[in-house]
Each structure stands twice: as C-alpha cells, then as structure tokens.
C-alpha cells in the first residue's frame, strides 16, 4: 500500500501546465521577401466600368483575379490585339500577341507563386501548432498511463491485504478500513485521470486569425491581393457573404467558436486573437484546424486562375 501512495504522489507532481522548448515559440513561418506583396487594395470589380471586350471574352471570376492581382489592363490588351490578329493577321501582330501572351502568362504565374507562398506560411503555422498539441498530447498520455498503474496497483494491494486480514482473527475490522482506503484512494486516482488536462503558453504574434475575424479593410499579415479576394462579396451571390465570412461561419457552424454568449466570444478572442495564450490540447488542435481552413480558403483562388489561363488560350 505505500508503494502506491509514492506511485500516486509521484503521477500528481507534475504540474498542469507544460513548458515546451523556446524553438517551438520563436520559430517563424513568415519569411520575409524583397518583393512587395502589400499592394493597394483594388477597387470591386462590380464597381468598374469593364470594357465589352472583357465582359464578353471572360467570366467574372476570371475578371475578379485579374483586377485582384491587378493585371486587368495587360489582360484587355492581349484581347484586342488577339481580336486583331484574327481579323487582320499580320507579323507585327503576331509577335505582339506572343509578347502579351507571355507577360500574361508571367503575371499569372507570379500570382500562383503568391497565393502558394501565403498558403505554405499557413500550413507551417498549421504544422508548428499541431506539434505542439502532440507533444502536450503525449505527455497526458504518459500521466494517464503512471495513474492507471497507480490505480491498477492500488486495487490488487489493497485487495489481497484485505482479504489476508478479514481471515484474520486478531485485525478486527481492519479489512474493512483498508477496504475502504483503497476504495477512496481508486476514487481519487480515476479522477486524477479524468481531470488530466494539461496547458501551455502558445505565442502567435502574427495572427491569422485575428485579420479573418476582424475584417479590416486592410491586413499586415495577408497580401492585399488575397485579402481582397477573401473579402469580395460578388453581388450575384445569393448567400451576401464574401469567402472571408463564409470561413467565419463554417467555424461557428461546427462549433469551433463557441457563440452562444457575449462571456464564450470574449474568451474566444482573449485566447485566440491575441499574440498569445494559454492553451489545452483540445484548444490547439482546434486552432491548427482553423488555420487549415483558411489555407483551403486561399489555394481555391487557383481555381480560377486556372479558368483564366483556359479562357486566355493560354493552355
């Protein structure tokens, strides 16, 4: 029996709350470029005064990726020299469409690059979090396992010596006392197990997620080419939702914000709007989940630069 009491004082003296090495803290997803991806915000497509020459040749998706990598004039050019090849085809005319054709090509490239770049810094962010759930993950598995044990061990002790003293005549009623103390010493150890949740202090002072739930006009932390997109509200959209707010809505639909009070908002955006927190496994798990969701969110926009590029004739 006394060696369960150590087995037990030992599995409670680790503290709640897990320090984990300064590198998981410190490291940066967020590399910064010599080019400059904070360009000014474009105006709304559905604000322009588009030429017919777009309008007719082009979807509104294909126009809303140019105007947001803001290659919408390139593009209007490489038509009307198109259209005029194909009426009057000339040699002039025909490398200044090849010359379009490749700028075209190189802008649209580059914007791929962008989106891709931005997603990588979101999927390492992902990665850095997840990381740090499975290694707090792993050391609850560790105490679980110390206070199975503990209990398992708590159990056959304290069994065989209450059976070897109930047949004893001379203990008295002391069977039934260390019946009792192994029972409450089990009752105590399945506690233990079921309030096994431990913390750490994350860092996250470049925030995602705080620019996705805020919705400013602009973003430090997103290219002004991708927030825009993500915040473009297309007026043939019945929902009236831009990308941005249908992320936030896929997070309270299930339930990775809790919304059902003003007290759970403001504990959401204390814990994961600031530039750090105090977070459970549960807690980090469900943030690296978001951040892969907005990353999903940001490699769409390759979709339609693919439908581009196709109605280009540029594949």
């Known amino acids: 029996m006394l060696m369960a009491v150590i087995v037990l004082f030992n599995s409670c003296s680790a503290g709640k709350k897990?320090?984990?090495?300064?590198?998981?803290?410190l490291v940066s997803c967020h590399q910064v470029n010599t080019f400059d991806f904070k360009r000014v915000n474009p105006q709304p497509l559905h604000q322009l005064s588009l030429d017919t020459v777009l309008s007719n040749h082009f979807s509104l998706s294909s126009l809303n990726i140019a105007n947001a990598?803001?290659?919408?004039?390139?593009?209007?050019q490489y038509v009307e020299i198109q259209n005029t090849y194909n009426v009057h085809p000339t040699t002039e005319q025909r490398l200044q469409k090849l010359e379009l054709a490749m700028k075209l090509s190189e802008r649209i490239n580059q914007a791929s690059l962008e989106i891709s770049s931005f997603a990588s810094e979101l999927d390492c962010?992902?990665?850095?979090?997840?990381?740090?759930?499975?290694?707090?993950?792993?050391k609850e598995k560790q105490r679980e396992t110390r206070l199975t044990v503990a209990a398992i061990g708590?159990?056959?002790?304290?069994?065989?010596?209450?059976?070897?003293?109930?047949?004893?005549e001379k203990a008295g009623n002391s069977g039934d006392y260390l019946g009792i103390a192994t029972g409450i010493t089990e009752a105590v150890l399945g506690l233990l197990i079921l309030k096994n949740n431990k913390t750490t202090e994350l860092l996250h002072p470049?925030?995602?997620?705080?620019d996705i739930w805020y919705g400013n006009p602009a973003s430090d932390i997103y290219p002004s080419s991708i927030w825009y997109y993500l915040n473009y509200k297309k007026p043939a959209d019945s929902s009236g939702l831009s990308l941005r707010e249908k992320i936030i809505e896929r997070w309270k639909g299930f339930e990775q914000i809790d919304a059902s009070s003003k007290e759970d908002l403001k504990d959401f955006e204390l814990l994961y709007l600031g530039e750090a927190g105090?977070?459970?496994t549960e807690?980090?798990?469900?943030?690296?989940?978001?951040?892969?969701?907005i990353e999903s969110y940001v490699k769409m926009i390759k979709q339609d630069l693919t439908t581009l590029s196709l109605e280009a004739g540029l594949q």
């Open 125 to 138: 962010e992902e990665e850095r979090i997840t990381q740090v759930a499975d290694f707090l993950k792993g």
């Open 206 to 210: 470049r925030n995602a997620l705080k």
């Open 69 to 76: 990598f803001g290659f919408l004039d390139l593009l209007k």
């Open 283 to 293: 807690e980090l798990y469900n943030r690296a989940k978001m951040y892969d969701q």
């Open 154 to 168: 708590v159990g056959a002790i304290g069994g065989v010596a209450s059976g070897i003293l109930s047949a004893s």
């Open 278 to 280: 105090k977070y459970g």
């Open 18 to 25: 897990v320090k984990i090495s300064n590198y998981a803290n």
